[in-house]
């Protein structure tokens, strides 16, 4: 039997592939645009809806980043929503470890597990930055180190909480008809060197017995923390040669975790663009590009490099002619990963190098780096490169993300879909009833 492609949908609210000036785009944050985008998703018979989270709106210079002006509503609340107008769609949503408590999140992921039948997951992420750490009363932030640590005990805590009920905890009294439990149901007590916590978990046994577990760390401790604990993995690597070695390099670690490849699934984020022919595509694919990195966006995106005021630059000139200030980003506080992990002043001389090799302006140059479309063609070409793509072992499938909102999975859905089903790569039919049943991942079911 061919490798079967795992397909889920991306809400694309908090990231900068959105097109927010296209007439097709409507709103992020009424409920309408989240119900039309999960029953797409659903109707294609996806795995499951992904959230991701925000804490705090970027700032630049001081100023709100344009990318985020729609806001960042709550996950919980989204996702127990849509608990309510979808029957098999997976509900997976970003909570954060470093700055929320262990019996809270366990406690709603449980009830969302609960409200959904066993369609819920939690992508359990770390924040680095001080910037959002101030929204919080713990305030600050962690380093690297610790940030993982705490990820580790964390996830243990609520796993232990999950595991404080059992199955069988709840009768049924016959002669009352009241459910019952055992006096010390939900009893734990946990210390370690992040949590000191004891008392009752108040939420009985899920279907699923805990959520799916995602996580999308890429360190080295983050590859090790997934092939440990998680179910699936939400990647970037989305190309062919970067999305093979990191496939190998995290499956490759299962072993020595006492896991096989089947237990965990790696899911990269992808984009598309389709048009009726190839060439149709690429045209589409180009003026979204443009679309998505405006002038001024250019010019953020190069400030975040730089790390100093650029507002006076050209941005249909070249690049500065200024090297870029070393040391700590004081520009862009909430969003200055691509100096996190490069050396600035490096990078500079690269785009350089490939600004005039290409004869590129600054926003052309923009563009070209920044581009996130992985999948641009007809219906026909997007469906026989993503079964290659998971057939050669880049990954198990990908999480989509559309730059229109909520319109953006329906050509995928009606055109894409029924190729990759035609070619038996593909359901057409959901395997079972919770999530961890349609990503082939039921034998996880713990503490029955």
Do not use: C
């Not at 690049?319 to 050396?343: I, K, M, Q």
């Not at 009606?414 to 039921?442: A, F, H, M, S």
């Amino acid at each position: 039997m061919s490798k079967q492609v795992h397909l889920a949908a991306h809400f694309p609210g908090v990231n900068n592939t959105t097109v927010w000036s296209d007439p097709a785009a409507g709103s992020h944050i009424d409920f309408s645009s989240f119900v039309h985008f999960a029953q797409t998703a659903e109707r294609a018979k996806m795995d499951f809806l992904f959230l991701a989270e925000g804490l705090r709106l970027r700032e630049q210079n001081g100023r709100i980043y344009d990318l985020d002006v729609v806001g960042r509503p709550d996950t919980f609340a989204i996702l127990s929503a849509l608990a309510a107008v979808t029957t098999h769609l997976g509900l997976a949503g970003t909570i954060n470890s470093t700055f929320n408590e262990p019996l809270e999140v366990a406690r709603q992921f449980a009830t969302l597990d609960h409200l959904s039948d066993g369609r819920a997951a939690w992508n359990v992420v770390t924040s680095w930055d001080e910037f959002t750490g101030e929204n919080f009363r713990r305030g600050g932030y962690l380093p690297q180190s610790e940030r993982y640590t705490r990820a580790q005990q964390f996830l243990q805590v609520a796993t232990e909480l999950w595991d404080s009920w059992r199955d069988d905890d709840v009768v049924a009294d016959k002669e009352s008809g009241q459910f019952l439990a055992r006096p010390d149901v939900g009893a734990f007590s946990h210390t370690d060197s992040q949590f000191d916590i004891a008392g009752q978990f108040s939420v009985p046994r899920s279907p699923q017995g805990r959520p799916v577990i995602f996580q999308a760390g890429d360190s080295d401790a983050g590859r090790d923390f997934a092939a440990q604990r998680a179910d699936a993995i939400f990647s970037r690597h989305a190309t062919y040669d970067e999305g093979r070695a990191f496939y190998a390099d995290v499956k490759g670690r299962l072993p020595g975790f006492g896991r096989a490849p089947e237990d965990l699934l790696i899911l990269p984020a992808a984009t598309f663009v389709l048009g009726d022919t190839d060439s149709d595509a690429a045209d589409i694919a180009h003026e979204v590009r443009l679309q998505q990195v405006s002038g001024a966006t250019a010019i953020a995106f190069l400030e975040q490099m730089w790390n100093r005021d650029l507002s006076d630059h050209d941005p249909d000139g070249p690049l500065p002619s200024v090297d870029p200030v070393p040391g700590e980003n004081t520009v862009a506080r909430g969003r200055a990963s691509v100096r996190h992990h490069r050396d600035p002043v490096e990078v500079a001389q690269e785009w350089r190098a490939l600004a005039e090799s290409k004869n590129l302006s600054t926003r052309e140059l923009i563009v070209e780096v920044t581009s996130r479309q992985n999948f641009v063609g007809s219906a026909r070409t997007v469906a026989d490169t993503i079964e290659k793509f998971v057939a050669d072992d880049v990954s198990d499938g990908f999480i989509l993300v559309p730059h229109i909102t909520p319109g953006g999975l329906d050509r995928f859905a009606d055109e894409v879909i029924p190729l990759l089903q035609e070619k038996g790569v593909y359901r057409t039919e959901w395997e079972g009833t919770t999530l961890r049943d349609n990503l082939g991942l039921t034998g996880a079911r713990v503490g029955g």
